[in-house]
């Protein structure tokens, strides 16, 4: 076989995992349909890989005769044509370089011989996929990591990257960093260019910060985001209010909050913050309900949990879904886990539902919080997450690729 043919035979790969990350000021509503930014700034936590992360695998080769895409296992007919995958895809690689081999360091690809291939994707999330746990955000930048390893992209301005994502996925800007991560809405370029996300501190800097995931439903969401936040805009005074006098503030007293790790004053902007998002939710016309009554009682707990500690021990934040992530502090991990396990009961397999199952009540507490009238119930929780701030996109080795070197095709099969 000849050099040009094996080369045409070439599939070139690379594999990365992303994380999620969920917002304690959070973005609703864009400026720009076009380029998909955002009427107000955002910030938020991103979260460890260890349970919550998207994999993808990206390949190319001048033997593929189309795009495709596979998502969780299955190929996504047409998906390659959706602006937001083309956005992706051609944005990375007008960035695009020259792939060397490592070891060798021969020119494998050059740099115009991109333009030759098309790319195959695949891509699987770790957890639910539409239900409020930001699986876009981890998608797409899974996505854009990718393909940047994959072209070996080089950017041309710093951030330059997290513009590509945000407009596949806005908050997919923020899941290329890790720690707590800004995205500032920009609007000063014509073409968008500076709605970047920045990173404000690295996971590092508050090591002791915990989360506890309540997946309360794992169900597709019955208002899309895009959708939701579209109705917002036009029909929402409130969140125009939002946008413009209170969420600049809020951004600069968190950020602040987080470098001098000021958790009662992070808690407090986190859950008002929440508040007044779900708050112009109900202000849209029509209204759209994304929290429902377990959803209230998780709040009303940690309320009364708050109270008895007498200091903001724990922290509610709900993005467009019924799921509660609850910031915490690991020397207060023991006692938040432990009461959500007591009100929010197990049906069964106890070691399936949570992944650390070695916390224990407090009983005082707990007769405490029972003044709330929320009895135990088993199965209003699906699953319970415990986990810590993390680090941004992973580059991971060949054994987890999703996509066969041979074939080209997707290997991934959901259990």
Known sequence: MSRLTDKHANVHMETVSAPTNIACVKY?????????????????????????????????????????????????????LSKRFRACVDGVRRLANDRVDPKTGEVVVTKDEWADMHVHIASYNTFPTAAGLASSAAGYAALVAALAKLFNAKETYPGELTAIARQGSGSACRSLYGGFVAWRMGGQAEDWSDSIAEQVASESHWPEIRAVIMVVSDAKKDTSSTAGMSTSVKTSKLLAHRAKEVVPERMAAIEKAWLEKDF?????????????????????????FYMNDISRSIIQIVHAYNFWAGEIRAAYTFDAGPNAVIYTLDKHA???????LHFYPACQDAQSYINNP?????KTLITAVEKTG????????????????GPGPQR????HAIIDPDTGLNTYQKS
């Open 358 to 362: 070695s916390f224990a009540g407090n």
């Open 396 to 399: 991971l080795d060949k054994s």
């Open 374 to 389: 929320r009895d135990a119930t088993p199965g209003d929780v699906k699953k319970i997450y415990y986990t810590r701030s």
């Open 264 to 288: 009662e004053s992070f808690g407090n902007i986190t859950m008002a913050d929440s508040n007044q998002f779900h708050a112009t939710c109900l202000d849209t016309f029509p209204p759209i």
């Open 28 to 80: 609703w509503g864009k400026a720009s349909v076009e380029y998909n930014t955002p009427i107000n700034s955002s910030v938020s936590v991103t979260l460890d890989q260890s349970d919550l992360r998207a994999v993808t695998t990206a390949s190319a080769s001048m033997s593929f005769n189309s795009d495709r895409l596979w998502l969780n296992g299955a190929e996504e007919e047409g998906a390659c």
């Open 334 to 340: 023991p006692e938040v886990a432990a009461l959500m």
